[in-house]
C-alpha cells in the first residue's frame, strides 16, 4: 500500500475552490485552465494538486494542469528574484528607487539599453524600495533590481530555484519548461541580454514553468537551496509501515533578514493601502465576513501568460 502525502479533504477542497472560480463570471472570459497546489513548508509535503481545463467535463482526459500545464508565471516571480539579489549582496533592502514611467534613471538605466519594448507599470508609482516594489507589483523596479545581476547570476537563480529542472516526482509526461532556449546563448551579446532576458526575468517572462515548480520555488526560499516537492509518505509492506526519509540537508539556506523582509512584504500585499496589488481581496473580505486578513495571510498577485 502506497501512501501519499496528498490529504483527501485539501484536495476535495482544492478542486471545488479552483473549479468555483474557473467558471465564475463570463463564461467567454474564462481561462484556458487553472491549477491549485497547496504545499507543508515544513517538510515539502504536496497536500493538495487541483487541475482545471475550459469545456472537458472529466479532468481525467484532460493534461494535468499542475505538472503538465506551463506558463510564463509573470509578477509571482518578484519576490524571488528579489530575495536572490538580497541574499548575493547586490541589493540593499532599503534602498530607494525612482518608479516614475520617463524619469531620469528609468531613462539611464532601462531606456538607454535600447530596448524596444518600454517597461510599464499598471498603475503610476514613485520612489520605492524594495517592500515598496513588491507591495505595488512595480515591474521598473523589478527591472531595476534584476539589471544588478550579471548574466552568470541569473543563470544561478534559475539553479536556485529549480526553473527547467525536472520535480522528480516519478510521474510521466512531466513539462519541464524553463528560460527561453536563446536567453543565455554564448552569441547574445550582453548588452542585449541586459535590454531583454534580464528585464524580462525580472517580472516573470522569457521563462516558463508549471504550477508544482513554482511551489518548489517558494519552498526553496523559505526552507533551502535543495528542498525538492514529497509525494510519497511512505510504503505498507505485509502490515508494516516504512516511512520515506525526509532529507537531513537542504542545502544553502536565505539568510533569515531575507527570508522574513520578504514575508513582510507578501503580508502587506494583503492590506488595505490602496496601491496593493491585493487591497480589493482585504476590501472584499472585510465587507463580507468581516476578516481583516491583513497579517494574517501574504501573498503576491501576478498575471501569467501560456504560449
Known sequence: VLHTTIDIELQRIALRELR?????????????????????LANG??????????????????????????FEPGSIVKPLVLAYAHEVGVLDWTQSFDCRPGSREYRERIAAL???????????????DS???????????????????????WRDYMSCYGFGESLDLRIPHEAVGGPHRRSFADDIPLRSFRANSAISFSFGYELQANALQIARAYLRLFTGAHAELRLCRGVELDGSFHPVPLPHDRGPRFRPEVVE???????????ADPHATGHHLHRRMLADSGIDLHGLIGGKTGTAATR
Open 45 to 70: 509535503d504536496l497536500l493538495a494538486a487541483a487541475s482545471w481545463k475550459r469545456g472537458v467535463e472529466h479532468a481525467g482526459t484532460a493534461p494535468f494542469a499542475p505538472y503538465q500545464s506551463l
Open 261 to 271: 523582509a520578504v514575508r513582510a512584504a507578501l503580508v502587506d500585499v494583503v492590506s
Open 20 to 40: 468555483t472560480q474557473a467558471e465564475a463570471g463570463d463564461p467567454k472570459q474564462q481561462p484556458l485552465w487553472g491549477a491549485l497546489v497547496l504545499v507543508d
Open 114 to 128: 535600447g530596448r524596444r519594448r518600454p517597461v510599464r507599470d499598471d498603475h503610476d508609482c514613485t520612489d520605492l
Open 131 to 153: 517592500h515598496g516594489i513588491l507591495v505595488n507589483s512595480s515591474n521598473i523596479g523589478a527591472a531595476y533590481v534584476g539589471l544588478l545581476l550579471e548574466r552568470e547570476q
